[in-house]
């Protein structure tokens, strides 16, 4: 029998649809409506059998990237989420031997894309290779469910619904294939800042409700529904915080985005630019349009363009 002695996991970033949410619960979370769409724009974790290693932590990190991915302020201690999850998966299985896991980061840090979140899932499913755990999906889930409220939807990709904290998913029919320009700013945000800079501004939030008409629009492929359904809860207390992201909102609707808001959490901004129900050079040229207005409005470190929806977590 074949021992893998590296596994490599590509993952998507996300970008959130919909993020409708909740008051604050007792736990410290909020009840969400989530609709995850993943993009194009990919992570990839490698996990290499260090067993010769003679100390043991269970796991070593390193991570690379190219511009705007913020390295600096990627983890590379057991607070990593990745190494989260591997500590988890050993624990669980028994499994477990030294790891070294190497972080190929493309999808920003502390930009509002699940970015340590879908290399949690990576994490998990290279893990579960090299070791050869033989972890059902549902067993992976599970796992994932326990490290973040983002991290089961990295093992599945798609265009799925969050509810619960969001970990619990159902995936959502949408045939049509999206076209995507994101701003990358400068700036972090941090998730629990933004938490509580809503429940500051909201503190009498309703319960979330899942929007008919973004489903119906991700159903029928119809980008300029789509476009107008975009909405997130989050946005106004990222705003407060990063004022200048309204700016940058505003320069990508002016250039011609089908439609824009920040994603997730943010800082990152996300622009609709086109489908696959449009005209393919119209798309062409409205993308370009849209990326040039960023690139030079001085807002941001860097734009980047991808498609969705895509695959979870495969290995490669």
Same mark, same amino acid.
């Given at each position: 029998?074949?021992?893998? *002695?590296?596994?490599?996991?590509?993952?998507?970033?996300?970008?959130?649809?919909?993020?409708?949410?909740?008051?604050?619960?007792?736990?410290?979370?909020?009840?969400?409506?989530?609709?995850?769409?993943?993009?194009?724009?990919?992570?990839?974790?490698?996990?290499?059998?260090?067993?010769?290693?003679?100390?043991?932590?269970?796991?070593?990190?390193?991570?690379?990237? $190219?511009?705007?991915?913020?390295?600096?302020?990627?983890?590379?201690?057991?607070?990593?989420?990745?190494?989260?999850?591997? $500590?988890?998966?050993?624990?669980?299985?028994?499994?477990?031997?030294?790891?070294?896991?190497?972080?190929?980061?493309?999808?920003?840090? !502390?930009?509002?894309?699940? $970015?340590?979140?879908?290399?949690?899932?990576?994490?998990?499913?290279?893990?579960?290779?090299?070791?050869?755990?033989? *972890?059902?999906?549902?067993?992976?889930?599970?796992?994932?469910?326990?490290?973040?409220?983002?991290?089961?939807?990295?093992?599945?990709?798609?265009?799925?619904?969050?509810?619960?904290?969001?970990?619990?998913? *159902?995936?959502?029919?949408?045939?049509?294939?999206?076209?995507?320009?994101?701003?990358?700013?400068?700036?972090?945000?941090?998730? @629990?800042? &933004?938490?509580?800079?809503?429940?500051?501004?909201? @503190?009498? !939030? @309703?319960?979330?409700?899942?929007?008919?008409?973004?489903?119906?629009?991700?159903?029928?492929?119809?980008? !300029?529904?789509?476009?107008?359904?975009?909405?997130?809860?989050?946005?106004?207390?990222?705003?407060?915080?990063?004022?200048?992201?309204?700016?940058?909102?505003?320069?990508?609707?002016?250039?011609?985005?089908?439609?824009?808001?920040?994603?997730?959490?943010?800082?990152?901004?996300?622009?609709?630019?086109?489908?696959?129900?449009?005209? @393919?050079?119209?798309?062409?040229?409205?993308?370009?349009?849209?990326?040039?207005?960023?690139?030079?409005? $001085?807002?941001?470190?860097?734009? &980047?363009?991808?498609?969705?929806?895509?695959?979870?977590?495969?290995?490669?």
């Amino acid at each position: 029998m074949t021992v893998n *002695t590296t596994v490599t996991v590509r993952v998507p970033a996300k970008v959130n649809l919909q993020l409708a949410v909740g008051p604050g619960r007792e736990d410290g979370f909020h009840d969400l409506v989530n609709v995850f769409h993943a993009v194009s724009l990919f992570d990839e974790v490698t996990a290499r059998d260090a067993s010769a290693r003679r100390s043991r932590p269970l796991t070593e990190l390193t991570a690379d990237g $190219g511009t705007g991915s913020h390295l600096a302020r990627v983890p590379l201690d057991s607070s990593n989420l990745a190494a989260r999850a591997a $500590g988890l998966l050993a624990e669980t299985t028994g499994k477990g031997t030294p790891v070294d896991l190497d972080l190929l980061k493309q999808i920003p840090v !502390a930009g509002g894309m699940a $970015g340590g979140s879908a290399d949690a899932a990576a994490a998990l499913v290279a893990c579960d290779r090299l070791w050869g755990s033989g *972890t059902a999906q549902e067993g992976l889930a599970g796992l994932a469910a326990r490290l973040g409220s983002d991290v089961a939807f990295g093992l599945v990709g798609g265009t799925a619904v969050g509810t619960g904290r969001g970990e619990i998913l *159902t995936p959502m029919d949408s045939p049509g294939r999206f076209h995507w320009v994101f701003a990358l700013s400068p700036h972090g945000l941090s998730t @629990p800042a &933004v938490f509580g800079e809503y429940d500051r501004l909201f @503190p009498d !939030a @309703p319960e979330p409700r899942e929007s008919p008409a973004l489903r119906a629009a991700l159903a029928e492929a119809d980008t !300029a529904a789509l476009g107008r359904a975009l909405d997130n809860d989050l946005q106004p207390a990222a705003l407060s915080l990063l004022p200048e992201l309204e700016r940058t909102l505003d320069t990508g609707r002016a250039a011609g985005a089908v439609g824009a808001l920040v994603s997730g959490s943010g800082p990152t901004c996300a622009f609709l630019v086109g489908g696959a129900d449009e005209d @393919p050079g119209t798309v062409r040229a409205r993308r370009r349009e849209v990326v040039a207005a960023l690139e030079s409005s $001085g807002l941001c470190e860097s734009v &980047v363009t991808a498609e969705g929806d895509v695959p979870g977590a495969t290995p490669v």
